[in-house]
T-cell receptor
């Protein structure tokens, strides 16, 4: 049973481009969470999704950021018109049930660098 | 608003010494608390999960205690080894919530 898979591991974008970060949860997990770790800061919650539904997006910036978790395929975190301040490590986690009852399993993250 | 603090921010000990890592949180209405390990350039590995009704959890050389009323948790690592060098993070989930609130982490170095 493969762990949470994130790709790419490293992503370089110029200001104004789009960034797409992918996350495949562990097999059998239908709950996905995205967290961001800014340089010298702690991990911050962004969004929580279940298959085809956004449950909680209270941590996600209102503009330029969006997330989806389609019925088939990985969860996608999309950042439009990236700016230097978006440079960070983006982590995805998954669980079989809601996080209140379960350990979260994290991927290795995507390091986004905006030039 | 829940705030999670970890002290110290960094810790260096000789191999064999026991490690004591502290975590405090401001809102005692938590559902559970988790301790994670993060290695440089890698994701997080969940070490222990303590439900709010529990006082402690143990796994091998690791033991985590939880005092919900005082808003504190402590992670003990017995007989430290160089392979224990990593950043240790604690995180809490509020009752009826699904998002973890993380502390800033304690960076541990175990010297051979």
């Amino acid at each position: 049973n493969a762990g949470v898979m994130q790709n790419p591991r490293h992503l370089v974008r110029r200001r104004g481009q789009e960034a797409r970060l992918r996350c495949s949860p562990m097999k059998g997990h239908s709950h996905v969470y995205w967290y961001r770790q800014l340089p010298e800061e702690g991990l911050k919650f962004m969004v929580y999704l279940q298959k085809e539904n956004i449950i909680d997006e209270s941590g996600m910036p209102k503009e330029r950021f969006s997330a989806e978790f389609p019925k088939e395929g990985p969860s996608i975190l999309r950042i439009q018109q990236v700016v230097r301040g978006d440079s960070a490590a983006y982590f995805c986690a998954s669980s079989p049930q809601a996080a209140t009852n379960e350990k979260l399993f994290f991927g290795s993250g995507t390091q986004l660098s905006v030039l | 608003k829940q705030e999670v603090t970890q002290i110290p921010a960094a810790l260096s000990v000789p191999e064999g010494e026991n490690l004591v890592l502290n975590c405090s949180f401001t809102d005692s209405a938590i559902y559970n608390l988790q301790w994670f390990r993060q290695d440089p350039g890698k994701g997080l590995t969940s070490l222990l999960l303590i439900q709010s009704s529990q006082r402690e959890q143990t796994s091998g050389r690791l033991n985590a205690s939880l005092d919900k009323s005082s808003g504190r948790s402590t992670l003990y690592i017995a007989a430290s080894q160089p392979g224990d060098s990593a950043t240790y993070l604690c995180a809490v989930i509020r009752a009826a919530g699904n998002k973890l609130t993380f502390g800033g982490g304690t960076r541990v170095l175990v010297k051979p």
